[in-house]
């Protein structure tokens, strides 16, 4: 199944509250913790409540209309007040942002704590009318004066405390901080800065960032980007390549504001987040899931994959071409209803139960021979192998199907011609007349038994497990039809080849072990190993027989099956 990237990933850590909320109905779906955290509220309390009721009676018909305003603009930036939990008024910035996903308009804001700056700006306004107040009258209050001086000192002192205290949290930011003054030129270079590329501080400290940092062919675009930001006001964002120390290309996704003091501009603040490995195991995801469609698209039998809720979640061509289903036809269908006759129907529905809550079942993991009913309604046998993973959305069941009609077809004439044979057997013994008679019996005899062995063989070629017959210098004399569509090779790519060639290194030593161990015992029990298929490796368990000509072993028959 393929499967979209949750973006609760990557904003659920960010220390800065992030709230989604349904532009229609003003709902909130989606909140961090950090969101949690600011307001008060439980992550479920959240969910579900409209924007406007986390912000205080007074400013709520003003945020009503700003709600209302964002839905046309591209973005919005406000300063208000937001209500906890437990009733107590907190100032935030928010900075709100439209998003359009699946026809739906959303609304993304990102609340910032600005407690400390109301905080600073209610004290230097104090400290401000204090001042203006004992202007008019410093001749008659000298001593009045010098206390406001006191008290604006303190603030001072205050002032530098806290802005000491911002550059302690900016230096311990678990995320990458930078600073550009307007030429680009670091000014600012956090310590986490320094862990993910491996420069110092002191290395890059008025560098020029784009010289230093980004690739050579992403310049100019990167160029473009930087001007904009300096015009711009408000948060900014995108994700971009830089280049450590080393020269490792790293994939960082940014959140830019440009600071400025009385119109001028003092830097561009960027905020970053390294997610290099989030889309390396992206592309690895991307990489197992061609080639698990490559090996599904070609298989010849048919591969089948159920949900836990009993519904169909994957169906190969081969499964359309067996059961005369497409796939718009059979996803997401009940897969007992639609395929299976209704013998079969009680003892799904139990086993099925069971499979929900362990994953395990009274089928999962064998091989079976069951019925399975076609589009036109015929029914018709197969051969399943079952077995069961644990997926994100829950257990899923996984049936390889082969449509065994033909082999069924040949037993029953193999039996017609061993009952004939017997037949013959007994007639022959109690009926010897004359050599010409007999001479012409034993012809017959010689063309039924020489059929039998077509048939055998044909039978030995479509067996459920794949064989091999390995000689005494470990070369594959012999590979049935089934082993070849199990591991995507041609006959004359395996027959005169080593067999070790198609196991994996990693279960070759343990099974050679196990086939040692196995020589001294009457009945050697199966054999797990990896054997390597054309389109990727294939976890399987093998039965043996030892082969001995003469009295000497002459090499050894596997039979091989899908574990």
């Given at each position: 199944?393929?499967?979209?990237?949750?973006?609760k990933?990557?904003?659920?850590?960010?220390p800065?509250?992030?709230?989604?909320a349904?532009?229609?109905?003003?709902?909130?779906v989606?909140?961090?913790?950090?969101?949690?955290?600011?307001?008060?509220?439980?992550?479920?309390?959240?969910?579900?409540?409209?924007?406007?009721?986390?912000?205080?009676?007074?400013?709520?018909?003003?945020?009503v209309?700003?709600?209302?305003?964002?839905?046309?603009?591209?973005?919005y930036?406000?300063e208000?007040?937001?209500?906890?939990?437990?009733?107590?008024?907190?100032?935030?910035?928010?900075?709100?942002?439209?998003?359009e996903?699946?026809?739906?308009?959303?609304?993304?804001?990102?609340?910032?704590?600005?407690?400390?700056?109301?905080?600073?700006?209610?004290?230097?306004s104090?400290?401000?009318m204090a001042?203006?107040?004992?202007?008019g009258?410093?001749?008659?209050?000298?001593?009045?004066?010098?206390?406001?001086?006191?008290r604006?000192?303190q603030l001072?002192?205050?002032?530098?405390?806290?802005r000491?205290?911002?550059?302690?949290?900016?230096?311990?930011?678990?995320?990458?901080?930078?600073?550009?003054?307007?030429?680009?030129?670091?000014?600012?270079?956090?310590?986490?800065?320094?862990?993910?590329?491996?420069?110092?501080?002191?290395?890059?400290?008025g560098?020029?960032?784009?010289?230093?940092f980004i690739?050579?062919?992403?310049?100019?675009?990167i160029?473009?980007?930087?001007?904009?930001?300096?015009?711009?006001?408000?948060?900014?964002h995108h994700?971009?390549?830089?280049?450590?120390?080393?020269?490792?290309?790293?994939a960082?996704?940014?959140?830019n504001?440009?600071?400025?003091?009385?119109?001028?501009?003092?830097?561009?603040?960027?905020m970053g987040?390294?997610?290099?490995?989030?889309?390396?195991?992206?592309?690895?995801?991307?990489?197992?899931?061609?080639?698990f469609?490559?090996?599904?698209?070609?298989?010849?039998?048919a591969?089948?994959?159920?949900?836990?809720?009993?519904?169909?979640a994957f169906?190969?061509?081969?499964?359309e071409?067996?059961?005369?289903?497409?796939?718009?036809?059979?996803?997401?269908k009940?897969?007992?209803?639609f395929?299976?006759?209704?013998?079969?129907a009680?003892?799904?529905?139990?086993?099925?139960?069971?499979?929900?809550k362990?994953?395990?079942?009274?089928?999962?993991?064998?091989v079976?021979?069951?019925?399975?009913?076609?589009?036109?309604g015929?029914?018709?046998p197969i051969e399943?192998?079952?077995?069961?993973?644990?997926?994100?959305?829950?257990?899923?069941?996984?049936?390889i199907?082969?449509?065994?009609?033909?082999?069924?077809?040949?037993?029953?004439k193999?039996?017609?011609?061993?009952?004939?044979?017997?037949?013959?057997?007994?007639?022959?013994?109690?009926?010897?007349?004359?050599f010409?008679?007999a001479n012409?019996?034993?012809?017959?005899?010689?063309?039924?038994l020489?059929?039998?062995?077509?048939?055998?063989?044909?039978?030995?070629?479509?067996?459920p497990?794949?064989?091999?017959?390995?000689?005494?210098s470990?070369?594959?004399?012999?590979?049935?039809?089934?082993l070849?569509?199990?591991?995507?090779f041609?006959?004359s790519?395996?027959?005169?080849?080593k067999?070790?060639k198609?196991?994996?290194?990693?279960?070759?030593?343990?099974?050679?072990?196990l086939?040692?161990?196995?020589?001294?015992?009457?009945?050697?029990?199966?054999?797990p190993?990896?054997?390597?298929g054309?389109?990727g490796?294939?976890?399987?368990?093998?039965?043996y027989?030892?082969?001995r000509?003469?009295?000497?072993?002459?090499?050894?028959r596997?039979?091989l099956?899908?574990?």
């Open positions: 199944m393929e499967k979209a990237i949750d973006f990933k990557v904003v659920g850590g960010l800065t509250a992030v709230l989604i349904d532009a229609k109905t003003r709902k909130l989606y909140c961090n913790k950090a969101a949690s955290k600011l307001t008060g509220y439980p992550l479920p309390k959240l969910i579900g409540m409209k924007a406007d009721q986390l912000h205080p009676k007074d400013v709520r018909k003003g945020m209309k700003a709600f209302k305003k964002q839905v046309n603009d591209s973005s930036i406000s208000t007040e937001i209500i906890t939990e437990g009733g107590q008024r907190v100032p935030v910035a928010i900075t709100t942002t439209r998003l996903l699946n026809g739906r308009q959303y609304q993304v804001g990102v609340f910032y704590n600005i407690t400390l700056d109301v905080r600073l700006k209610r004290k230097l104090a400290a401000n001042l203006r107040s004992q202007a009258s410093m001749a008659k209050n000298i001593r009045q004066l010098a206390k406001s001086n006191a604006y000192v001072q002192k205050e002032l530098v405390h806290e000491k205290w911002l550059q302690r949290v900016i230096r311990s930011a678990p995320d990458i901080v930078v600073g550009l003054d307007k030429n680009a030129k670091v000014v600012l270079f956090n310590h986490y800065a320094e862990r993910t590329t491996g420069y110092k501080a002191k290395e890059v400290m560098k020029d960032w784009i010289k230093v690739p050579h062919g992403m310049r100019n675009e160029r473009k980007t930087w001007k904009q930001a300096i015009r711009t006001t408000g948060v900014q994700t971009n390549y830089i280049l450590s120390k080393k020269g490792r290309k790293l960082v996704i940014w959140d504001i440009a600071l400025r003091e009385n119109g001028q501009l003092v830097m561009v603040l960027s987040r390294d997610i290099t490995k989030l889309q390396e195991a992206e592309a690895r995801l991307r990489e197992s899931e061609e080639k469609r490559g090996v599904a698209a070609s298989a010849l039998d591969i089948i994959l159920m949900g836990e809720d009993g519904r169909i169906w190969n061509r081969a499964a071409r067996m059961f005369g289903y497409s796939k718009k036809e059979a996803i997401g009940m897969l007992h209803p395929l299976a006759p209704g013998a079969y009680a003892a799904a529905k139990k086993g099925l139960a069971k499979f929900k362990s994953g395990k079942g009274p089928v999962v993991g064998k079976l021979e069951l019925s399975g009913r076609r589009k036109d015929v029914v018709f399943l192998s079952l077995s069961s993973a644990k997926l994100s959305c829950g257990w899923c069941a996984i049936g199907v082969r449509d065994i009609s033909k082999r069924k077809e040949l037993e029953e193999l039996e017609q011609a061993n009952k004939a044979l017997r037949w013959k057997e007994k007639e022959m013994a109690a009926n010897i007349i004359g010409s008679k012409r019996e034993l012809k017959e005899l010689k063309k039924k020489e059929e039998s062995e077509t048939i055998y063989r044909e039978l030995v070629e479509e067996s497990g794949g064989m091999v017959i390995v000689d005494t470990g070369n594959i004399d012999y590979a049935n039809r089934s070849l569509r199990l591991t995507g041609k006959k790519e395996v027959v005169g080849k067999f070790e198609f196991v994996a290194p990693s279960s070759l030593n343990r099974a050679m072990k086939f040692a161990d196995g020589l001294h015992r009457k009945n050697p029990g199966p054999i190993l990896v054997l390597h054309k389109y490796d294939i976890p399987m368990v093998y039965y027989k030892i082969i000509k003469n009295g000497r072993i002459a090499g050894f596997a039979v099956h899908p574990s």
